[in-house]
């Protein structure tokens, strides 16, 4: 028995569809389609040749993370301690640009009648709140002028004034003052 012969078959008429409009648009479009599938599998080749560079890329990237981690990490001790620094030394910058309280309590000293007594100085900003006892309104009234005439207080005020709760020999009275 001979074998059979293939027969290719060709669903396509070859002559006659060639030549017609129909022929020639399928002819086309299946050229193009191919060209098309060429051209998507050379890109895909290119995304995978590529995954190779990245991947080397990243890695580098990696390592230079950890690198410069490392090195942050290291420095950690002395940022702390400069940091530390900075804070103690900002407080001091604040204690030492303001008018020292020792020198503010001997200029009331200075300026204080010799009958008034200082019970309490306070100090709240750049406030000062006196709290004091005297024998006489008039120690009391030269105390707020002798204040007057330095250029160390603004704005003083006579805020209270009251008889001694035991004794009534001494006025008690509060001044308010704010520092210039």
């Known amino acids: ?8 078959i060709n669903l396509l008429p070859s002559e006659e ?10 002819k086309w479009v299946l050229t193009t389609f191919r060209v098309m599938v060429i051209v ?5 080749m290119g995304a995978f040749l590529s995954r190779f560079w990245l991947d080397a890329k990243n890695s580098d990237l990696n390592e230079e993370i950890n690198v410069v981690k490392a090195q942050v990490l290291a420095y950690e001790p002395v940022e702390t301690e400069f940091r530390s620094l900075q804070k103690k030394l900002s407080i001091a910058n604040e204690l030492y640009s303001e008018q020292k309280i020792s020198a503010i309590i001997d200029t009331l000293g200075q300026y204080l009648p010799p009958d008034v007594l200082l019970n309490t100085v306070s100090f709240v900003d750049k406030s000062i709140q006196i709290k004091s006892s005297s024998f006489s309104e008039k120690s009391i009234i030269q105390f707020i002028v002798n204040l007057e005439s330095t250029e160390l207080f603004d704005e003083i005020t006579l805020s209270q004034i009251s008889s001694g709760s035991e004794d009534e020999s001494y006025i008690t009275f509060t001044i308010k003052t704010k520092l210039k």
């Not at 028995?1 to 290719?8: S, T």
């Open 40 to 44: 998507c599998e050379m890109v895909v």
């Open 1 to 8: 028995m001979a074998a059979k012969k293939k027969k290719n």
């Open 17 to 26: 569809f060639k030549s017609s409009s129909w022929g020639r648009v399928l």
